[in-house]
């Protein structure tokens, strides 16, 4: 099955990480994109200004012409909008974009995530597909209900279990934003324990890149789209010091203990390079340089 470029791909949460990577490179291939953002101060591909918290009738002359749906539209839980609070407003958005999704001929993707996974200390975590799940955080049950709620209402919907993605579009703060915006600053970068914790970081570019495989193949179903290993806090700590050359950063324990110093995160990603055709293609370095590359022009 090959996508016919001239209908128009839907892609939501088009001034987000996610959802910006996948609308510019789609329209890079030549797929006829139309974005959706609550705001954005640039983009290569037509973008429609709205909030799909509210009313969505800004769309509804747009809908007779979609022929594909890539749902990248969330909140993350962060240090002004809390865990709960996150879960109500992505159930917002996505019961909005469910009224849109009903025609099963119509390719879907929805980006949900890997902390569906329930991380626990002192354990190697594999997480298959297949496997039952029981999220432990109200963020994380709720991408499970849509998961689940797409895939009742389109028999062609496809998820994507994403762990932690990156890119030069990034503001939401985790460990990389972090060390990377330390290492510009040229202050210590600090792990805690002993820093061998593990996390999976998978760049906005192979994420797009996935997308294409899904409207290029009849696959549907969930997915692990993640990076073929893993890094620990103390590895990603080095390599930032090391591709963001010059910096006075150095790399050193924090005297903190860390409660999940021994997990350790295995995403098996065997099931989309078997059934979509994808594996990611990014080398962390080079992503690294350009994210930083990118940040220095902004100080």
């Known amino acids: 099955m090959s996508f016919n470029k001239q209908q128009r791909i839907l892609v939501t949460g088009a001034g987000g990480l996610i959802g910006y990577a996948v609308a510019e490179y789609l329209h890079k291939q030549g797929y006829a994109v139309m974005g959706i953002a609550r705001k954005v101060s640039y983009t290569v591909f037509p973008t429609l200004l709205g909030d799909l918290r509210g009313n969505i009738d800004f769309l509804k002359k747009e809908i007779s012409n979609i022929g594909a749906i890539i749902h990248c539209a969330a909140v993350f839980p962060n240090a002004i909008i809390r865990d709960e609070e996150s879960a ?7 019961h909005a974009i469910l ?3 009903s025609n099963d001929s119509m390719p879907f993707v929805f980006m949900s995530s890997c902390s569906i996974y329930a991380h626990s200390p002192a354990a190697i975590n594999c997480c298959e597909e297949h496997i039952s799940v029981q999220p432990q955080s109200r963020y994380a049950q709720q991408k499970l209900d849509s998961e689940q709620l797409f895939a009742a209402h389109n028999s062609t919907t496809t998820s994507f279990r994403i762990p932690s ?18 290492a510009l600053q040229g202050k210590p970068l600090y792990y805690h ?20 495989c899904v409207l290029n193949t009849s696959a549907k179903g969930i997915y692990n789209i993640a990076s073929d290993r893993a890094i620990s806090m103390k590895e990603l700590a080095e390599l930032v010091c090391t591709v963001g050359q010059p910096t006075a950063s150095t790399v050193e324990p924090s005297g903190q203990p860390d409660e999940q110093d021994d997990v350790r995160v295995r995403i098996p990603i065997e099931k989309a390079w078997r059934e979509l055709g994808w594996k990611p293609s990014t080398d962390m370095s080079s992503a690294l340089k350009e994210i930083i590359t990118f940040r220095r022009h902004q100080l």
Not at 88 to 94: G, H, M, P
Not at 172 to 178: A, E, F, G, Q, Y
Request: no cysteine; glycine share 6%.
């Open 193 to 212: 324990g002993t820093g061998l914790r593990e996390q999976n970081f998978i760049s906005a570019h192979d994420i797009a890149s996935a997308v294409e």
């Open 165 to 182: 993605p990156f890119g030069v579009r990034q503001t939401n703060l985790n460990v990389l934003k972090i060390f990377i915006d330390r």
């Open 99 to 101: 009224q849109m999704v």
């Open 88 to 94: 109500l407003i992505n159930k917002q958005i996505d």
